[in-house]
Nanobody
Framework: QVELVESGGGLVQAGGSLRLSCAAS??????????IGWFRQAPGKGREAISC????????YYADSVKGRFTISRDNTRNTVYLQMNNLKPEDTAVYYC?????????????????????WGQGTQVTVSS
């Protein structure tokens, strides 16, 4: 059974950094057909795709809103995906979710499609104060 568990969220001042973790179980991240995505949802707003990584297609995607500030990475030995978030802004405040796609679909050069992802974590809250 696939499970994704996010951690690392919290309260940080604007300009600060956080690293989110997404620990996966039930599958191995180093299997190349898996795509991993990070999404966020702010209060009263829809879900936003912010980053994804697809080893098979060698694609890494970042939304314009986080490009240059956020970095997605994997540690296959820990079966964990990370989202390093630097220079955080109040508008980054949201619940952050990781998701995995069994087929590898969902992560493209110019977007990440939430409906292609099969498994989702429970989310972790990130709050950035001004």
């Amino acid at each position: 059974q696939v499970e994704l568990v996010e951690s690392g969220g919290g309260l940080v001042q604007a300009g600060g950094s956080l690293r989110l973790s997404c620990a996966a179980s039930g599958f191995s991240l180093d299997l190349k057909y898996y795509a991993i995505g990070w999404f966020r949802q702010a209060p009263g707003k829809g879900r936003e795709a912010i980053s994804c990584d697809n080893i098979m297609s060698k694609i890494t995607y970042y939304a314009d809103s986080v490009k240059g500030r956020f970095t997605i990475s994997r540690d296959n030995t820990r079966n964990t995906v990370y989202l390093q978030m630097n220079n955080l802004k109040p508008e980054d405040t949201a619940v952050y979710y990781c998701a995995s796609s069994d087929s590898g679909y969902g992560c493209y050069e110019d977007t990440s499609r939430s409906y292609d992802y099969d498994h989702w974590g429970q989310g972790t809250q990130v709050t950035v104060s001004s």
